[in-house]
């Protein structure tokens, strides 16, 4: 297990994480150089996640989950631009397949984990188990459980239960995980759902089912609330990132990442003397070969 890093965005463990007082907007104005601080961030990770590759001993799972409009997919293509793709992988978890509907509710995530080396990314998660399932307990007649309880309270909590059991799993195994909830104000959002209607290249993104999910605002805010404090622990904290200000929330996002890998004491694998022996034999007939001209 390690240390996640320290941010005065990061979930208490175990209880107290209050929705209503979470700041969805940031301390202060936007940094003029939010645009080059964030550069310099990825050069970071880029370089970072470079030494996890080559270690080949963790994984890092990144798991983005927000109301819409919040910003994941821009926040996730902000931290990633610039980060070898060989080194990471990305996921969108919508609604689930027949094929996920006959496993159980971590199959579909679980299939998608990173290797050792890599940077894994959930947009969405199985954490929709226990947010959007939970505002549309209707969603369970199609999951046909063995068994389903009568007071629904009970289903959340097993759920909480087994997802606390599979991260601490997870982490016992190498994989280092932080957990993003981008926490958007419903006054911003409104603004930017009007921006998505009122610009031609971005009516594609909005539908009716947005203002329908947006009704029921309060409830998706319990539904966090209580997710966020049954499962925000040191092995695979969460952060409640404020998202009214995009160059504020990718900054504070990068440089979570940034904490993590660097706190994971990564290096270049260090070659023993027999195999620097080797590498020299391979050396001198490379630039025996060089020196030979061509026929």
């Known amino acids: 297990m390690y240390r996640p890093p320290e941010s005065p965005y990061r979930v208490p463990y175990g209880g107290g994480f209050d929705v209503a007082r979470a700041a969805s907007s940031p301390p202060g104005p936007d940094p003029a150089d939010a645009k080059g601080r964030l550069g310099e961030m990825v050069e ?4 970072l996640q470079n030494q996890l590759y080559a270690s080949n ?7 983005f989950q927000a109301m819409d409009a919040a910003g994941k997919d821009s926040t996730i293509r902000a931290v990633t631009t610039g980060v070898n793709p060989a080194g990471f992988q990305v996921f969108s978890f919508k609604a689930p397949s027949p094929e996920e509907l006959d496993h159980d509710f971590l199959w579909r995530t679980a299939r998608r984990l990173p290797e050792r080396g890599r940077i894994g990314i959930f947009n969405r998660s199985y954490y929709e188990e226990v947010l959007v399932v939970r505002v549309h307990p209707g ?10 309880p009568d007071d629904l309270g009970e289903l959340w909590e097993e759920r909480y239960r087994s997802i606390l059991e599979h991260e601490r799993h997870l982490a016992s195994n190498g994989v280092v995980i932080l957990k993003f909830w981008l926490n958007i104000s419903r006054e911003e959002q409104a603004r930017r759902f009007v921006r998505r209607i009122d610009r031609p290249d971005k009516n ?6 947005d203002l329908r999910e947006r009704a029921r605002w309060d409830e998706y805010m319990m539904a966090y609330q209580d997710a966020l404090n049954a499962t925000s622990r040191s092995w695979a904290p969460w952060y409640a990132i404020p998202a009214d200000s995009k160059p504020f929330m990718r900054l504070a996002v990068a440089e979570l990442i940034r904490d993590q890998l660097a706190a994971l004491d990564l290096d270049y694998p260090v070659l023993t003397p027999d195999e620097l022996a080797k590498l020299e034999e391979h050396r001198a007939a490379l630039l025996g070969e060089a020196a030979v001209p061509p026929t």
């Open 204 to 209: 594609w993104k909005f539908s009716a089912r």
């Open 139 to 148: 969603f369970l007649d199609g999951q046909r459980l063995p068994r389903r």
């Open 57 to 63: 001993r963790h994984a890092l799972l990144l798991v």
């Open 44 to 47: 970071q990770i880029s370089e």
